[in-house]
């Protein structure tokens, strides 16, 4: 069955970095996208940027986007996100889920269809 | 595109209905054709878990108590008959433009 299985959670000061993992399995890694989602206190859900394992393609929100590096590595069906210039308001849960709008074909559509287990980050001095 | 949820809670007494409105600023009709409005149900202390798709497409193991219906700027989605594992928050995200953007959520509670 699909899985995407994230990293413990962390502790960080500010100003420093994180770097988070998503290790997929149950399926082919290499064909779907992945995208990041965070979960912070005041701000809900947001999504943070998409990368595809298959081409040299990422996007990333605009608010992030001098903050967040996405990487893949298909020999260890792992994706990664990387959020830099760390403050409190960083502070909060990270998701990763798969993203591959193009094959939502009939009653298949893997958007958003299988999450991560989530990995709390926690900013502070 | 912003979204907005009502309302943000509500309690409901099991057995009983439930319904969550989603508006979007913009039409949610990509270029595909296809209306990329997505629900999501979050139960304590766990990750999103996705219920509809494309507005009204149910995801497998769902109960067809939930249902999801709407078009353009205006959706919603109905419990048919609140359970007590119903309990906790529920989202719609809107995934025709870019970047991807949620609504607020609405906590669901058992009264």
């Known amino acids: 069955q699909v899985q995407l299985v994230q990293s413990g959670s962390e502790v960080k000061r500010p100003g420093a970095s994180v770097k988070l993992s998503c290790r997929a399995s149950?399926?082919?890694?290499?064909?779907?996208?992945i995208s990041w989602v965070r979960q912070v206190p005041g701000h809900g859900l947001e999504w943070l940027g998409w990368i595809s394992p298959y081409e040299p393609s990422r996007h990333v929100a605009p608010r992030f986007d001098d903050r967040v590096t996405l990487t893949t590595d298909t020999s260890s069906d792992t994706s990664y996100l990387e959020l830099r210039s760390l403050t409190s308001d960083d502070t909060g849960f990270y998701y990763c889920a798969r993203d591959e709008r193009q094959y939502c074909v009939g009653v298949t559509c893997p958007y958003f269809d299988h999450w991560g287990q989530g990995a709390l980050v926690t900013v502070s001095s | 595109v912003l979204m907005t949820q009502s309302p943000l809670s509500l309690a409901v007494t099991v057995g009983q209905p439930a319904s969550i409105s989603c508006r979007s600023t913009q039409s949610l009709v990509f270029r595909d054709g296809n209306t990329y409005l997505t629900w999501f149900q979050q139960r304590p202390g766990q990750s999103p878990r996705r219920l509809i798709y494309?507005?009204?497409d149910r995801d497998s193991g769902v109960p067809d108590r939930f249902r999801g219906s709407g078009s353009g700027t205006d959706f919603t989605l109905e419990i048919s008959r609140v359970e007590p594992e119903d309990i906790g928050v529920y989202f719609c995200?809107?995934?025709?433009?870019?970047?991807?953007?949620f609504g607020p959520g609405t906590k669901l509670e058992i009264k």
């Open positions: 149950g399926y082919n890694f290499a064909i779907y996208g």
């Open positions: 494309k507005v009204s």
């Open positions: 995200m809107q995934g025709a433009h870019w970047p991807p953007t």
